[in-house]
């Protein structure tokens, strides 16, 4: 029988010990965290939990992870210096020796090793965060979280492996028995078998071989990844280990890419292959590596061998040593020169050293040079350039190896995957390449990184994973629309990766984290960063299909100051401050720490103010691009000090919020002439239940990230917040975006109320507003953007001018093309705005859609339209009326005589377009239902008059033949 156990019973709270009984807690804690001591420093208050080390000092406070703490030392008998593995140092001040020293002492308990992997500060919060459902943990299952093949068997299919005969999933490896440092699933090529697989594993250093890892589905070159040949002083071989590597070739000429004529691993899924029938023997591929050889499609393999010559030599007399290319005659092998562990360590304490001086000091850049950290990145980089130069260009298989392969290989190789994959470069595709180069292969986490049960030898620890991530940091500096996630991002993963808050880091192996269980009993550091898509996101991001091409020069890296030097919004002091003094500190709520507050002025000056604002997410972009009637915004409009609310809470539209919507506020003021004000207030009232709709659920929900976002100094995770001021002023200047469109939207449905109200029908004013969104002026031949709604009783001719062509920007007669100088002028068509010479421009007619009554001048083309629209006003199915004075008396025709109105029949000669026959009818029936106005309203005249003469006359059209013209007479 099994009794549920709560985490209170396995991991219970502790009671602070207190220095002082007015102690009270200064911050926030997380699940599982309780604060064991509270005391006092020279000017303000400490706190250490199970969790952190926390110092306040007004204005400024200091937040570190017991597991980001490296060393700790007592100096000048007051001061207590700390050192943290990502570079960064403080000092706080104690008012007498005796409290220094027990503080000491009690942060020295802290962060000692623990006796069992459970007295880690994972397992206490996760079990504490599961009985409160904290963050990712409140839905049932964990959503998004890997399985332990599931990376491996999407991947197989992503690359298109062609698991029917060039490639096979080997599970030699399923207990850990052939590599304890290697996933179960292995990808080798078909002829392998698992007996030839273990011979090589003998001659491989800790038995790490040759695994496949990524495949070019271009050209079919594969990236793989193994330790040193154990060679030694004798010039040991492994014919097996040479077949395997001949086999890599063969097994890439045989699949090469998308112009491979086999199968495809597109249609893989997890149950396509069977682990039974790939442990016995495997289906020999000579011949076809044979006919692959025949066509001279065999390309040499290219080693890379991460270490310089001489260290590859020189490991030879402990055992290791490099392929000889006597033996290798398919293969190239490489040497790049890369430090090993000891090197990056001093380079990196040199490089804390460095940061913790003081800042004005004038051979700064000197000094850091002479740390050598930036020329070992600039070494990586350039190792990872040219394995993907022989990945992408030269389409050759690559093999990468230092001496054990599990620190500067991943290095390499996951950069070259995320030079040349853009999957790699999303968040999904991100977490997939970590999991696979760095936890599942074997980089020895615990013991580089000083946590966990790790090796206790301090030679042993390297800041090999937080190098390559700075390596990655200049790759979004350098190319920052092509990484879905931003420097935030970047700067957590350092922070966990130290931190003990989640599980994902622990441990040396794959094996050693599942027989301990790890995944089941900790958080995961993906789900924390998946709950907060708006933190972590990069809005810039644009999916390119494209191969990074970074540039590796010293000159071009830059320090990672947001994790070398100092933090973000109320971060922890920069280093080398002090906790006591007043001036040490970072302020609440300030960008950056206080060397860098003319980088804050400045950024001050040209992103303007740092207010908050609503957060971002991708739902909301989705959505926004599935449908365009619920993009209506994920703002709260009370976030906009321009933007009014009622005292019912009802966002009204705004009157002056930009002076992109002064003329719809001006527009809105006048809705007197519709409709009465009395009128106008109850169609309010009665109608409040049709206003469009916002999500409110969501739009609740981003305005609380936005806070936790923009204003509160710690993260959820307890550490400080980290804000990016380029992602920031993104976020401001979408959510601006938003609020003018939701105003906009409800500036419209008000008008379409007021409308409603003047008596026109929901039906009219939608067709209306169809028929001019798709409607193209004819005269102008540019898209009307005509009002969605008038507000007068206008003809739809004239809610807009005629746009001139300016006169500079046309050098020739847009009729003839003949140039324009100073004997042939410029002159405007008064009917489209274009340039014309003056015989293209000779005729005179007027234009009483422009207001023009009068004969004037107009090009060929138009006068054209303009007569056959003058032709189709006198249709006598229409009985237009014709125009009286006040006396009765006709109105003279300009354009005509009365007697007789002809059209030239040459003009109709060329028979129009589809386009021009298009834009005549609709003109015709605009004019038609205009003259059937005008008769109505001329009716009525003529019964409120009676004395008045009707005008109408007898109009007689004689059409002798369509081709010749039509002749109209006046009677």
Not at 309 to 331: I, L
Not at 335 to 355: D, E, G, K, P, T
């Amino acid at each position: 029988m099994f009794t549920m156990v709560k985490a209170s019973e396995v991991f219970p709270m502790r009671s602070p010990i207190k220095d002082s009984d007015s102690l009270a807690p200064v911050h926030p804690v997380i699940p599982g965290e309780c604060v064991l001591f509270l005391g006092e420093t020279r000017g303000g208050v400490i706190s250490l939990s199970n969790y952190r080390l926390y110092a306040s000092c007004p204005p400024g406070f200091l937040n570190i992870p017991l597991g980001l703490i490296d060393q700790l030392e007592q100096r000048d008998l007051f001061f207590i210096h700390i050192y943290c593995k990502d570079a960064r140092s403080y000092r706080i001040q104690f008012s007498s020796t005796n409290t220094c020293e027990e503080w000491s002492r009690r942060i020295m308990d802290e962060i000692s090793p623990p006796v069992k992997i459970e007295d880690i500060f994972a397992f206490a919060h996760f079990a504490w965060a599961c009985e409160t459902s904290f963050e990712e943990l409140s839905s049932s299952s964990s959503s998004g979280e890997m399985s332990d093949f599931t990376w491996f068997r999407s991947e197989l299919a992503r690359l298109r492996f062609d698991l029917q005969g060039a490639w096979r999933v080997s599970m030699a490896n399923m207990d850990h028995k052939l590599c304890p440092t290697y996933p179960q699933e292995l990808l080798l090529p078909a002829s392998i078998s698992d007996s030839v697989l273990e011979k090589v594993a003998q001659f491989r250093s800790a038995k790490r071989i040759p695994a496949v890892v990524w495949r070019n589905t271009a050209n079919g070159a594969v990236l793989a990844r193994c330790s040193q040949p154990e060679v030694g002083w004798l010039g040991w071989r492994s014919s097996d280990d040479e077949e395997l590597v001949r086999a890599i070739a063969e097994a890439c000429a045989y699949d090469s890419g998308t112009t491979s004529r086999h199968s495809s691993g597109s249609d893989i899924s997890s149950g396509s292959y069977d682990p039974v029938c790939h442990s016995g023997e495997i289906p020999s591929l000579k011949d076809l590596s044979a006919e692959a050889a025949a066509r001279g499609e065999v390309r040499k393999v290219l080693i890379i061998d991460a270490r310089s010559y001489a260290a590859a030599v020189g490991n030879r007399a402990r055992g290791g040593g490099v392929e000889c290319p006597e033996y290798y005659p398919n293969a190239e092998i490489l040497f790049m020169n890369l430090a090993n562990i000891h090197r990056i360590r001093n380079s990196f304490q040199a490089l804390r050293s460095l940061c913790h001086a003081p800042p004005d000091q004038t051979s700064w850049f000197q000094a850091l040079d002479s740390t050598k950290w930036l020329h070992h990145m600039s070494g990586l980089l350039r190792a990872s350039v040219r394995s993907v130069t022989a990945l992408q260009t030269e389409g050759r298989p690559v093999i990468v190896h230092c001496s054990d392969g599990w620190d500067r290989t991943p290095q390499i190789v996951s950069l070259s995957q995320l030079l040349l994959d853009p999957y790699y470069r999303t968040l999904e595709g991100f977490q997939v390449l970590v999991e696979k180069e760095w936890l599942d292969f074997g980089h020895k986490m615990a013991d580089r990184c000083g946590q966990g049960l790790g090796c206790s030898d301090v030679n042993e620890r390297s800041p090999i994973f937080l190098q390559w991530l700075d390596c990655v940091h200049q790759l979004l500096l350098q190319f920052p629309c092509h990484f879905e996630f931003n420097l935030t991002f970047l700067v957590k993963l350092a922070e966990h990766t130290y931190s003990n808050l989640f599980g994902t880091f622990l441990a040396n192996s794959l094996s050693e984290r599942r027989r301990l269980r790890v995944k089941e009993r900790t958080r995961s550091i993906w789900g924390y960063l998946r709950s907060h898509p708006g933190k972590f996101r990069n809005f810039l991001f644009v999916r390119r299909d494209e191969v990074l091409w970074p540039r590796c020069e010293v000159r071009d890296l830059l320090l990672w100051q947001d994790v070398y030097v100092g933090e973000g919004v109320g971060g922890s002091l920069l280093g080398g401050k002090e906790v006591s003094s007043s001036q040490g500190g970072s302020r609440e709520g300030s960008e950056n720490g206080g060397e860098n507050g003319l980088a804050e002025e400045i950024d001050k000056l040209q992103n303007g103010s740092k207010e908050s604002t609503p957060d971002v997410c991708p739902e909301y972009r989705r959505k926004s691009s599935d449908s365009s009637e619920e993009s209506t915004g994920c703002l709260d409009p009370s976030q906009f000090p321009n933007f009014p609310q009622p005292a019912n809470g009802q966002p009204v539209p705004a009157s002056n919020t930009t002076p992109r919507l002064e003329r719809r506020s001006v527009i809105e003021s006048s809705t007197d002439t519709l409709v009465p004000e009395s009128e106008l207030q109850k169609s309010k009232k009665s109608h409040n239940y049709t206003l469009p709709p916002l999500n409110t659920q969501f739009e609740e929900t981003m305005n609380s990230s936005s806070i936790s976002v923009f204003s509160d100094p710690l993260d959820s995770d307890g550490l400080v917040a980290h804000h990016n001021q380029v992602q920031r002023r993104m976020v401001e200047i979408f959510s601006s975006h938003q609020a003018e469109v939701t105003a906009l939207r409800r500036d419209l449905h008000m008008s379409r109320l007021a409308l409603t109200q003047a008596g026109l029908k929901t039906d009219q004013i939608l067709s209306q507003e169809e028929h001019q969104e798709h409607f193209m002026d004819g005269r102008s031949g540019v898209e009307s953007t005509t009002s969605e709604v008038s507000w007068e009783a206008v003809d739809d001719t004239e809610t807009r001018p005629t746009l001139w062509v300016p006169d500079h920007a046309a050098s020739s007669c847009m009729g003839c093309h003949t140039q324009f100088w100073f004997g042939r002028r410029k002159h405007h068509c008064r009917s489209c705005g274009r340039l014309f010479c003056s015989e293209c421009s000779e005729q005179a007619v007027p234009i009483p859609a422009e207001q023009l009554y009068q004969p004037v001048r107009v090009c060929d083309q138009c006068f054209m339209h303009l007569s056959q629209l003058a032709g189709a006003c006198l249709d006598p199915t229409t009985q237009p009326v014709i125009p009286c004075d006040n006396t009765g008396q006709e109105k003279e025709n300009p354009t005509a005589d009365n007697e007789e109105t002809a059209v030239d029949a040459a003009t109709l000669d060329q028979s129009p377009t589809s386009e021009e026959k298009a834009v005549e009818k609709q003109l015709e029936e605009r004019l038609n239902i205009g003259a059937a106005e005008c008769q109505v309203e001329q009716l009525d005249k003529i019964e409120l008059k009676p004395e008045a003469t009707s005008c109408n006359k007898e109009v007689e059209v004689e059409v002798n033949n369509p081709s010749s013209g039509v002749e109209v007479k006046v009677n």
